[in-house]
């Protein structure tokens, strides 16, 4: 069995790994009735805990106690598979020690696969220089990461929203199961007061114990990560996989008719349900996977496909670029969820309103002087960055701009006579 291992960075990248590690136990306990740490346990359960401040500073002090504790961590992994990296993008810590990680990752361990879970920040976020350290830090993840999760903010407040809103309507009443809800702790070993932003960190939690799903339960359509890269990574500088989350409560009525599993793999494709303010439906795809866990058969898995495909746009050279996976094994308080990710070019806006903000502060030069002081750190790591972004964005567009094009088979091979 494969393991991976969880490097936490930063306030952000703590206090999530904290709601996914308590959650995590809540899902094996609920499965495993004895308590015991079995196998499926052990292939997810370690994790590096990091904190630090800066890229060039504190990244260079403490590399070599950094790489020790990493290598340490590996020794104990039988089949190490993945890396995840969890950190926020507009602060100091996050941004500047989670991409230096990144970094020594690839250094350290290059055959060993590099998710990246990334909280971007709002347009109304209270650090003045987060731009700054956005843009830079998407420089190191267009270079040194497999695959990048992008989160806002917006949208998790957005679905902590909607969740309250249904289920304090009155509409629904007490036929939700509390245990259910995306945002819940309810059944954790936790046992302090809720924090503020426990809520929506639940929302990530759960993106990760999904996605990880099928290394830790049986399936009969189990999904590697690797596959994951594989299968949604066309382009190596294309690897931000836009994620949604459904449902996002159940009902307390045990029967899952067809049209309800359907309303499932429907939403997951609405705006509503994305993990960034996106609408994927009307961008372009490059591929998709839908990772099922619960009481789903493959056969609702294709019919679904072939239901929605009309619907959405992928590009005319990869039209079936689907990847399904199948985990027997649901989410506490559930009978069946779906985990959707998309390599979508609905997640350049993110990146055209990031450079927009950065550019507002940079025409200026206000605020430079806070990060030219530090050794190592110059203008033009600044200008690099920005390079960059505006690098990947016209990737997006030139993608764009095939949407609606006809279809194009690659002419047959002629065997000579």
């Known amino acids: 069995m494969t393991q991976s291992v969880v490097l936490q960075v930063g306030q952000c990248g703590n206090q999530i790994g904290c709601r996914f590690w308590d959650l995590a136990l809540r899902e094996h306990a609920a499965v495993n009735k004895k308590g015991i740490y079995d196998e499926a346990l052990s292939s997810f359960f370690r994790n590096v805990d990091t904190r630090a401040v800066g890229h060039k500073l504190y990244g260079c002090q403490y590399r070599e106690h950094i790489v020790e504790k990493l290598r340490r961590t590996a020794e104990h992994c ?34 060993v696969y590099r998710f990246v879970t990334s909280v971007y920040p709002s347009g109304e976020d209270d650090v003045i220089t987060s731009p700054y350290n956005s843009v830079l830090a998407m420089k190191e993840l267009n270079e040194h990461a497999d695959c990048v999760l992008p989160i806002e903010n917006e949208s998790l407040f957005s679905i902590v929203s909607k969740i309250h809103q249904m289920t304090n309507s009155g509409k629904l009443g007490s036929t939700v199961k509390q245990n259910s809800l995306l945002t819940s702790s309810a059944g954790s070993i936790k046992t302090e007061q809720e924090k503020p932003f426990d809520a929506m960190n639940n929302i990530v939690a759960n993106l990760l114990l999904n996605l990880t799903s099928s290394a830790r339960f049986e399936g009969s359509l189990n999904m590697d990560l690797n596959e ?41 494709f609405s705006k509503d349900h994305q993990l960034i303010q996106a609408d994927p439906k009307h961008s372009l795809y490059l591929a998709c996977a839908l990772l099922v866990r619960g009481n789903v058969q493959v056969s609702d898995l294709r019919r679904n496909i072939e239901r929605l495909k009309p619907s959405l746009h992928f590009v005319s050279w990869n039209q079936e670029g689907w990847k399904t996976g199948l985990c027997s094994v649901p989410p506490v308080g559930h009978s069946h969820s779906l985990l959707a990710l998309a390599n979508n070019t609905c997640v350049k806006p993110t990146f055209t309103e990031l450079k927009d903000r950065f550019m507002k502060l940079y025409k200026k030069k206000a605020h430079l002087h806070h990060y030219l002081h530090v050794d190592g750190m110059e203008q033009s790591c600044f200008s690099e960055a920005i390079s960059s972004l505006s690098d990947l964005i016209e990737e997006y567009n030139q993608l764009d701009a095939t949407k609606g094009a006809p279809r194009t088979d690659p002419s047959r091979l002629k065997i000579a006579m």
């Open 78 to 111: 039988d089949c190490l598979q993945c890396f995840f990296v969890i950190h926020s993008m507009g602060g100091g810590t996050g941004s500047g020690l989670g991409t230096f990680i990144l970094n020594v990752l690839e250094d350290e361990f290059p055959e």
């Open 228 to 268: 994951i890269s594989m299968n949604l990574v066309p382009f190596p500088r294309l690897h931000y996989l836009v994620s949604s989350l459904t449902p996002l409560y159940t009902l307390a009525d045990v029967n899952v008719p067809s049209r309800r599993l359907d309303q499932m793999f429907s939403d997951a």
